[in-house]
């Protein structure tokens, strides 16, 4: 019959029993089967093999880690999707959404242009472009389209100097046809000219810096034939005017009129902004096109 000492814990002597069970000494001996040799001798404790095998855990855990991380091996875990791809794919999606909203706008720009030549009437698509916001439109809202006194005084010596002239395509008393700079345009912007027409490096028109939210006018009596949004150029709309002239204001900040309208010369059209990729500032980029061919603002007009 054993005896415990008075007094004692049975919890602290199991405790300190299975202590002293881990730091007990063993010995792994390895032996030649036929000749019980001893080839190897290991002497180890419970707690030694603890200890080796969390080490060797950690260290396993550890280079699995890396090896997933930081090789080409991670590509071959199932499921495992590369971010660079995902990258690359989202930002050919974004250039694919650009190149077909440009080619619907020029689509949109030929049939118009081919129904003005053909004398046939345009229908107003402008449902087909992105709708200013109500902070964009509550920013414009003050803006009038009432003629001043000096815009009426300025329109009636316009019509004054105008009604006898003849225009593009006309014929005159001599039976010879009437230049462009028989015409009077009217200035659609008072700026500084910071970039001049360059057809060779494909600016085929100029730019106008001015004042933001100054409103551009018509240059001439004419026909909207294009009022969409485009990504290079922002919000741009053209006219047709007779003759054969088609004049273009370029990175808008709002359209005015609609695809369709008749607009006089002098009237307010759009507002002066910085919309397109292309824009660097506050400016309006405005070209002149006649039969065809682009022809330099600045020789019929002063800016």
């Not at 930002?91 to 909203?101: G, P, R, V």
């Not at 700026?191 to 001049?196: H, K, S």
């Not at 009237?267 to 660097?280: F, H, N, Q």
């Amino acid at each position: 019959m054993a005896f415990r000492k008075a007094g004692s814990d049975p919890a602290a002597e199991k405790r300190v029993h299975w202590y002293h069970k881990l730091r007990d000494k063993y010995r792994l001996i390895i032996l030649n089967e036929d000749t019980f040799e001893e080839k190897l001798s290991f002497r180890l404790s419970r707690l030694n093999v603890f200890i080796v095998t969390g080490m060797l855990a950690i260290i396993l855990v550890f280079l699995t880690t890396y090896l997933i991380a930081f090789t080409p091996l991670r590509e071959y875990i199932p499921g495992y999707k590369d971010t660079s791809i995902q990258k690359d794919l989202y930002e050919l999606q974004l250039k694919a959404d650009s190149i077909e909203a440009a080619v619907r706008s020029k689509d949109l720009y030929i049939s118009n242009m081919k129904k003005v030549l053909s004398g046939e009437d345009i229908e107003a698509t402008a449902s087909a472009s992105p709708k200013p916001d109500s902070s964009v439109r509550a920013k414009y809202a003050g803006i009038s389209n009432k003629k001043s006194k000096e815009d009426s005084l300025l329109r009636a010596d316009y019509e004054a100097q105008t009604q006898f002239s003849l225009k593009v395509g006309e014929k005159a008393a001599s039976g010879k046809d009437v230049t462009l700079d028989q015409l009077r345009f009217f200035t659609p912007l008072k700026g500084v000219v910071t970039n001049r027409f360059n057809p060779s490096q494909q600016h085929f028109g100029i730019d106008i810096a001015s004042a933001k939210n100054e409103a551009v006018k018509a240059a001439y009596d004419g026909t909207v034939i294009f009022a969409e949004w485009t990504a290079e150029t922002g919000y741009v709309m053209a006219i047709q005017h007779t003759g054969n002239v088609i004049s273009v204001y370029k990175h808008n900040s709002v359209l005015l009129r609609k695809q369709g309208s008749f607009v006089r010369a002098g009237e307010t059209i759009t507002i002066v902004g910085t919309s397109g990729e292309y824009s660097t500032g506050p400016h309006l980029h405005f070209e002149l096109w006649i039969n065809g061919k682009a022809v330099n603002p600045e020789q019929y007009l002063v800016f």
